[in-house]
């Protein structure tokens, strides 16, 4: 069973799941829940989900062969030898490209450029979409309905196009793809966010701090956002993933800086040394693994947030299967324990 | 002192009652509905007059979409009000402080909200709820004096000092409630207004909150509006109830009194409605339409004819039932209410077959 | 508050005995019914009263087998007209729900399918359980509304066109239309006006005189019940506290519990007085079986000493 969050237990109806908590009747007669287990912060519960923890394992493996990259493969890897491409043997684990550099060396250190960028931008993109999000949804009226017009310009202009357009035109470096980025990855976190902000704006112990006299300010940092903390975290989640993606898509093309060693580039060159076409998979392989790999971590780390602060998610595969036995006859050890 | 509007006034000319903490006059809200660019508007009250004197406890009823809320969130500045006045302590407020309301309303004017269950951020403790209303109010300048402060609290709503370190979740709907008339204690008001603070909880627990509500006006003055669709508890509860209906009120008076001989069909309807074992059996659905229809459209009016008291199909006036100074006025039963809000609030919807 | 149309060999149509179940959580088990045993007999109208958390809508949902993972029926027996419902295999039980035993749960006025007429959703009763053809179910469903006094031409109404009270007369009718032995209730008219929730329980009261089945009411409204009930419990924690006729329930009621609940109602006439509610940090422990106080009156014993004092009044 993965981890429930133990003052939730799952009922089929609705009213019974206050009611068993915290009616004054609870059948558990106890004054109060025990301290502890209720609603461990965020941070632990994730710890004991499953899919969460693989997540962040495998995420955190990469994080430091990016970190390590300098001590596990000294010496610049974007060197051009004479070697050619090489398949993966004992002394190149992963081979070498057509200009002979070392796959796993360019692997490793790629891993640096490509998960600095993808969080900066997530990062960033994910604040930007906040701070929009959460004043759209606080000061209503014609602030939100222009924060909300631009979101929704945003939203609505294509992507990928923009973003070679964007890279087209600017200087070429990492702070040119960060920005076009950022730009371009904004607005989705923004629609988002607002939604959320917006449902807990309308409940009353908003009202309750406006008429304490609180201030906009602390009604939105220290009120609205605190209840948002999980959607937060998955909507940056999927920005820093948009950012890793999105990144080594521009680079592929060869709109990114060419002379950065990142999995994108490193991609570009695989292509563009004609690999593709010369079947030296142990040239792009790797990096388009590590991409796929880091994504899939970030997006397990987002199930298992989702599971943990939504225990309802959990039910649905369990309930698929527990409906049969619903269905079956009640076994005799069931009913006469 | 009764407050019965002349039969041609303008609400707005009508004499507050000397010692009245809040005083409505003339309040309406619209609310737009449709598109962008529509302009059709539903009125949810209009032209309401309403007094709430120092020291009691005036209980607003009235069934669900009658607009009782919204009159509680108008005063507390929740909502914009469409036009009228909000007089607190002799000055119109509405005026006064057009844009944002001033740290003194709001230490003056508290709330307490329906929903037990959403009327604390889930997010915070229950000490820094109170703790923070305090600050705010500058009712206290040391981490001393602000800890005897909310311990003072705790106990004045009954509940136990330790539960300040505990989160709004683990603690039951009446915990919680009491918990929000701690904070609203905490910045020392005049008057507090209760959106259905009983309609959530359990039934055993209402009559606690109820009675910390009697309390805090015997000990400490405070003036209270109490709004609910229950009259038996607005009668437990309340020194003087008003009643309301389609976003307008159509009686008020002394609790006890209003209960025992009411003088408009709603309110007769809305009686014969409340569960009650010793009744038992009494329901009349003649009688129930007869009332609906007497509220939707009545033909008759006990006052017409009578020369004091002129009777207006037109304007909604009041009429005095019995002595000026027992204070129980009812609106003239010839007075239509607006045709749309009215309809969908008797719902009447079965075919007598 | 009526009286029973029993003869001695009507067996009764729902029997539960010593039930129990409980909700599996991570970190503890809760037990959401605590061996709980009543009888409903033909006709009878069985009114179950109680606070949030008492478990009684727990129990209802056991009794139609619609309980679902961590909550679990762990014990006891619930038999149906003579059948034990634990034992039904998938395709007993679809037959015997909503054909024998149906229900209106909490809030299902708003649980109606938004996207379907009223009349769709009907007719989908008939041609699903007793494969009507379109224009019979049609017409069935036409005899349906008038039942509960809704104009028939209102089929073709989507739900948020009718009102709160027409919408759980649809509702109500929905569940009878298979003339059901067994009706279960599950808080019918919280969410209703105080007007209309009268009218409501008229009509249910009217529908049941007609049609004869019986009726399990699950309220926290302990003023509603005793109008329409013909026998009550009162349920705590999981466990009956005391179990009586209506009239004799209100008239004198022995457990503590029960008197704080039915004092909770402050009067609508005579003087005001300071009433007492139970204190919150009241907890029954423990409670015991119950005991035939009075004939027909069933009361679980108190241990001396309790305090059930709600405080200052």
Redo the contacts between chains.
Sequence with gaps: MSATDPAEVELLVASDHREILSGPTAPAALDRLPRHPVRQGLGHSLIANRKALTGMIILALFVAVALLAPILAPGNPSTITSLGAQPPSAEHLLGTTPKGQDVLALTMWGARSSLLVGFVVGFAATFIGLLVGLSSAYLGGRADNSLSLLTNVFLLIPGLPLLVILAAFLPTGMTTVMLVLTFTGWAGSARVLRSQALSIRGKDFVAAAIVTGERAGWIMFREILPNMASIVMITLIGSVIFGIGAQAGLEFLGLGDVSVVSWGTNLYWASNDGALMSGTWWAFVPSGAAIALVAFALALINYGVDEVTNPRLRSTRRQRSSRRAALAPATPQEVNR | MSISAPVTGTPADTEAAPDAVISLRGLSVDFPVGGLFSRTVVRALRSVDLDLERGEILALVG??GSGKSTIA?CI???ERPTAGQIVVDGVDVLRSEPRR?S?EF??KV??I???P????????RVGQFLE??AK??GRATDPGQLRELVENLMATV?LPVDMLD??A???????RQRV?IA?ALA?DPEVILADEPTSML???????VL?LM??LRDERGISMLFIT?????A??VADRTTVMFAGELVESGV??AL??RPAHPYTQ?????????LR??S?D?VE?ARLRAAVLDSPTCPYDGDPDQVCSRTEPVRHDVGPAADRHWVRCHLYRPAADVAS?A??V????? | MSTLPTSPDDAPVLEVTDLSVEYHGEYRTVRAVDRVSFQIGRGEIFGLAGESGCGKSTAANAIMRLLRPPAVITGGSIRFRGRDILTLDAEELRALRWREVAMVFQSAMNSLNPVMTVGDQIVDIFTTHERLPKSKARARAAELLELVRIDPARLRSYPHQLSGGMRQRVVIAMAVALRPHLLIMDEPTTALDVVVQQEIMAQIAELQRELGFSVLFITHDMSLMIELSHRMAVMYAGRFVETADASTMFADPLHPYTRALINAFPPLSGPVTPLVGLGEGVRFTDIPDLREERPGHWVAPVPVGTVIDGGRP
Excluded at chain 2, 169 to 175: I, P, T, Y
Excluded at chain 2, 202 to 208: E, F, N
């Design positions: 069934e669900s969130r507390a500045r929740l309301a740290r709001r230490s508290q709330m909200f329906q929903d269950f959403g009327s604390l951020n889930p997010a915070h923070r209303a705010l109010h009954d505990s989160r979740f683990e603690l039951s709907g009446g915990q929000s904070r910045m359990d039934v055993s627990v209402r009559i606690g009675n009697r309390r669709h229950d009259l038996a508890s009668r437990y609790s006890t209960m025992a309807l809305l009686l014969s409605a409340v569960p009650d074992p038992a059996g329901y659905p129930r969908r008797l719902a919807d079965t075919v007598d077959g």
